[in-house]
């Protein structure tokens, strides 16, 4: 059985490679399962199309595949408030955002 750190870690390992693209991005909600063990957790980041979203992904670490859930928008506001938290994003750096990134 892993630990919530060893299950975190496999995440990142699967997630970084995806998400770095749209640094910054928040995890704005994470949900740990260590009996599955699995990780549902949302990403929040600005989208060159699409303004700012919310993407739900579920990671499996019994298989170790990292699954896309869906995508919402959010409201200025809702961006506004997590660009004035105080929490360090999950991917820092400069936006790399391309036209044809994964995703779209």
Known sequence: MLTEAQLKSKRD?????????????YVTDEMIDLE?????????FQHN????VSRRY????FNNVLYYKGQ????EEQALA???ASSEPYVSGVAQ???NAYGG
């Open 36 to 44: 599955a063990p699995a990780i549902l957790f949302d990403a929040a």
């Open 58 to 61: 579920l990671f499996d670490g």
């Open 97 to 99: 955002d391309t036209p």
């Open 13 to 25: 390992d699967k997630a970084m490679p995806t998400l770095d693209q749209y640094a910054p991005v």
């Open 72 to 75: 919402v928008t959010l409201s």
């Open 82 to 84: 997590l660009e004035g």
């Open 49 to 52: 199309l699409y303004g700012w």
